[in-house]
């Protein structure tokens, strides 16, 4: 079976047991704490020869990736880190520096965020390298933001530019080491944890979730969750003057990477309509940048994608993990 | 490195975090949630081929025992399990039969002591398959026992007979059907769920772990931790009768897989001498059947054995995980 499948009879088979919260399906689940408080919770493992390669990935930016991808999850539900935990299974003949410098990534993004690593597990692997971190987070129940809360109306956003990691991938794998700030945002994701809790804070933002797998993957998400449709202008996606030029060296198109590569990291979120210029220039004053609106959420299903106006009979299909 | 090294490299590594609660070195770590109460956190990784081979683990078993270890520790600290994350890495090969019994062994045990299901991760793997599951509790702050709570003059309890599950584990990889209730203590082994939360709520239990390693190295935990010794009577182990048959059998001491055997799960817990006959009555009375005293915490360091009052001069060591 496959990971759908998976995914799908797991939650037929446990689904007796009532929860103690909500957040299937979300980036994570959500549990009540005491005092009108929430804790989440996410967990990812990172395998290797699935997401990384030993003979490309450097050690530290392993650690620091097994690390970011949770606390993007966190991040995406509009709460703060507060806690992170790490199981490996360890294969014979890595060396001893490799394990210093995987640890060193974890500590350097742990410290950034003010994160610590709370606990874990350790065991051989008869294998290969396994990572599976768990990441806690903390904050007011009201500040919680699901994928299932966009309203039609709502202006669609993102608070960073598309495309440059999975372009980053193209050239770790090609062993290039062109265009380096492409390399840097598939290596070295930085989880956006600042603008995520302070996002959570603000009533206008009404869905979120991290960009993990493509927007049209991700959009399409938040769009069967809230039970809305969407209409995305490609012209308005933030695309990076690397990713204009890597593509144009390439000959491909950069809304390719930008609506359909993984690992961005970023955030997509809803606001409404009547607030989303006032969000925009408050996150500009905080961040330093602007979140970008391209497109907005409509009644109906599915996600229209428009060219200039013009709806392009394109179908694009988010990342697909194996 | 070897695994004590990676620890102790990781704690070094990522010490200059502040952490947000305490536990590093106990079954959970202990997060402070609102209203007096504490959030509970632990992370178990099971790798085929170091925990489990496809060859003899019925997948069932595998499923089961993904979850029982870390409701096990959760149950040590005093508190309840309330929630449950599961991460796999699935190799090719395995049959959808093979995943529908692994999921039913989760959930019957998730269902046995109604603990959800909240989230989790798939991926492929390359190479063998990992589980690593993420179990929550909580409970009052009062409530938690910590490994490093052991006073002079408490009496050292177990919550039941100790070595079975070593024994069932060599039973298992001989392929003998003899002496199923061994058999079962190692494939089926039922967390001490509801003994670890009422033991919390009792006042008179100081320390308190989950026997994974054998008392020998369970124990030695909490001396070290509490910065006391203690003494064992060695006749006072509780040995089931299957156990002893299987020993004579094999012209062994049973003395050794109840002292050293890995994977009890039974609760080792330290109780003021004041109260320790009302905490064995009343604990009697709860659940059918009496913990039983086995030794005493004292000034000093290490674990003294003795057998019928004199000391033997033995050093047990705890099962050793690769």
Chains 1, 2 share one sequence.
């Not at 998976?6 to 007796?16: E, G, V």
């Not at 874990?120 to 806690?136: P, Q, R, W």
């Not at 961005?264 to 969000?279: C, I, Q, S």
């Amino acid at each position: 079976m496959n990971e759908l499948e998976f995914i799908n009879l797991a939650k037929r088979s446990l689904s007796a047991v009532s929860p103690c919260g909500d957040g299937i399906g979300d980036d994570c689940a959500v549990m009540p704490a005491g005092d009108g408080r929430v804790t989440v919770v996410t967990t990812d493992m990172l395998a290797e020869g699935v997401h990384f390669r030993l003979s490309t990935a450097p050690a530290y930016t392993v650690g620091w990736k097994a690390l970011a991808v949770n606390l993007s999850d966190v991040a995406s539900m509009g709460v703060r880190p507060v806690a992170s935990f790490m199981a490996i299974a360890r294969p014979d003949g890595l060396s001893d520096r490799w394990y210093e410098e995987f640890l060193n990534g974890y500590r350097a993004l742990s410290e950034r965020f003010g994160v610590p690593l709370m606990g874990g597990d350790t065991t051989a692997s008869e294998s290969g390298l396994t990572v599976c971190v768990t990441a806690i987070g903390e904050g007011e129940v009201s500040h919680v933001k699901r994928r299932s809360a966009a309203l039609p109306g709502d202006i669609i956003m993102t608070s960073g530019t598309l495309g440059d990691s999975a372009a980053g991938l193209s050239l770790a794998e090609s062993g290039s080491a062109r265009y380096p700030e492409l390399l840097r945002a598939h290596l070295s994701l930085v989880p956006q944890v600042s603008e995520g809790e302070w996002l959570g804070g603000r009533c206008q933002v009404h869905a979120m979730t991290d960009i993990s797998d493509g927007i049209a993957k991700d959009l399409e998400q938040i769009c069967s969750m809230s039970d809305t449709g969407a209409r995305v202008e490609l012209t308005r996606l933030p695309i990076s003057d690397s990713l204009r030029g890597y593509c144009s060296e390439e000959e491909t198109d950069p809304v390719v990477p930008a609506v359909c590569g993984g690992e961005d990291f970023k955030l997509l979120f809803t606001v409404d309509e009547a607030g989303a210029d006032t969000l925009v220039s408050d996150f500009e004053a905080r961040f330093g940048y602007a979140p970008r609106p391209i497109g907005c959420i409509v009644a109906g299903s599915g996600v229209e994608w428009l060219r200039d106006g013009a709806s392009v009979n394109e179908k694009f299909q988010g990342y697909i993990h194996r």
